[in-house]
C-alpha cells in the first residue's frame, strides 16, 4: 500500500473518528430541547431520509433485505442501540455516557462464545477484567446516592450494539449491499423509536438553532457521510486498523464534555474511564495480532 493510497482512508478514518466522539456533546446540548427518545427518532429518521438521497444518487440498489433479517437488525441497531444512548444521555454525562456505550466489543467477546463459539483468548482475557473494574468505578456502588441509571442505560446501548454486531455475523444474507441494509435497518429501527416516543414521553419540542443544528448534524454528517466515509476506509484498511482509529472516538467525547460542558470526571470515574479505554485498546491490539490459537483450532476440527 503507497503512502497515497493509504493517507487518503486513515484521513476518512480521522474525519469519522472525530465526527462520531464530538457528537456526544452535541447530541447532550440537544437534549434541552427535547426529549431523549424524540430527538432519537428525529435524529435517525432524518438519516434515513438523507441515506436514501445518497443511495439513488450513488445508483445503490434500494431493494429491501429480507425483513426477518433487517426488522430485527433495526430493533437492535438502532431502536436499542440509539435509543438507550439517548435515553443516558438524559440522566448521565455526555463524556461517560460514550465510554460505557463503547464497551460494546466488550459484550461482543463475552456474546460471541456461547452464540458464536468463539473462545475468549489473547489479551481479551485481562481486557475484560480491566473492563469490569473500569465499569464498578464509574458505577461507585459504595456510594449508596451515586447516580447509576445513566451509566446503567449507556451499558444496555452497548448491550444491543453488540447484540446487532451478532446478528448481522449469523444472519446476514450473501451479497448483501452495506448501504441498502443500513437505510433501512434504520428506517424500521426509526419508526419503532418514534412510536416509543410517543407513547412514553410529552411531545415536546423547542426548535431552537441549536436543535436544528444538533438534528442537521446527525443526520448529514452523523449519519449519511459517516457511512461513506466508514465504508471507504474499511475497504482499504485492516479490519484491525479502523477499529483501533474508532477507538478514539470516547476519548474525544469526553475530552470535549470537558471542555465544551465543564464534565470533570471525578478520581473513581476518571480511573474507571481509563481502564476501559485500555481495554479496548487491548482487544483492538488482539485484532491486530494473528490469532495463536489456530493450529489449535485446526487440530481439534
Avoid: C
Avoid at 462520531?20 to 427535547?34: F, H, P, Q, R, T
Avoid at 436499542?80 to 467477546?109: N, S
Avoid at 446476514?172 to 419503532?192: H, R, Y
Avoid at 472516538?249 to 476501559?276: D, F, H, K, N
Amino acid at each position: 500500500m503507497t503512502k497515497k493510497t493509504s493517507a487518503l482512508p486513515l484521513a476518512a478514518l480521522g474525519t469519522l473518528t472525530l465526527i462520531w466522539g464530538y457528537n456526544w456533546v452535541i447530541m447532550k446540548a440537544a437534549l434541552a430541547d427535547s426529549p431523549p427518545l424524540i430527538f432519537a427518532a428525529l435524529r435517525v429518521l432524518g438519516g434515513v431520509a438523507v441515506l436514501f438521497v445518497v443511495l439513488i444518487w450513488l445508483k445503490r440498489p434500494l431493494t429491501m433485505p429480507p425483513w426477518r433479517y433487517v426488522v430485527p437488525l433495526g430493533l437492535l441497531q438502532t431502536t436499542g442501540f440509539v435509543g438507550f444512548a439517548l435515553w443516558a444521555l438524559q440522566y448521565g454525562e455526555a463524556g461517560q455516557t460514550a465510554i460505557l456505550v463503547y464497551t460494546m466489543p466488550i459484550w461482543l467477546i463475552i456474546f460471541a462464545w456461547p452464540v458464536l463459539g468463539e473462545r475468549v483468548h489473547g489479551l481479551e482475557w485481562p481486557a475484560l477484567g480491566m473492563a469490569v473494574l473500569g465499569v464498578v468505578f464509574i458505577l461507585e456502588p459504595w456510594h449508596l446516592h451515586h447516580q447509576i441509571a445513566g451509566p446503567l442505560l449507556a451499558l444496555l446501548s452497548g448491550v444491543f450494539w453488540a447484540a446487532s454486531a451478532l446478528w448481522q455475523k449469523r444472519y446476514a444474507p450473501p451479497n448483501a449491499d452495506l448501504f441498502a441494509v443500513t437505510a433501512w435497518q434504520m428506517a424500521f429501527g426509526g419508526v419503532a423509536l418514534a412510536v416509543l416516543a410517543l407513547l412514553a414521553e410529552p411531545v415536546r419540542i423547542d426548535w431552537t438553532p441549536l436543535f436544528m443544528g444538533a438534528l442537521l448534524y446527525n443526520a448529514i454528517p452523523g449519519s449519511a457521510l459517516a457511512l461513506l466515509l466508514w465504508a471507504y476506509a474499511v475497504d482499504r484498511l485492516p479490519s484491525g486498523v479502523a477499529g483501533m482509529a474508532t477507538l478514539f472516538s470516547p476519548l474525544i467525547g469526553v475530552l470535549a464534555a470537558w471542555i465544551q460542558l465543564g464534565e470533570r470526571p471525578g478520581a473513581w470515574e476518571g480511573t474507571g474511564m481509563a481502564a476501559i479505554f485500555l481495554a479496548l485498546a487491548l482487544i483492538s491490539w488482539q485484532q491486530l495480532r494473528p490469532h495463536e490459537d489456530l493450529p489449535l483450532r485446526a487440530e481439534q476440527e
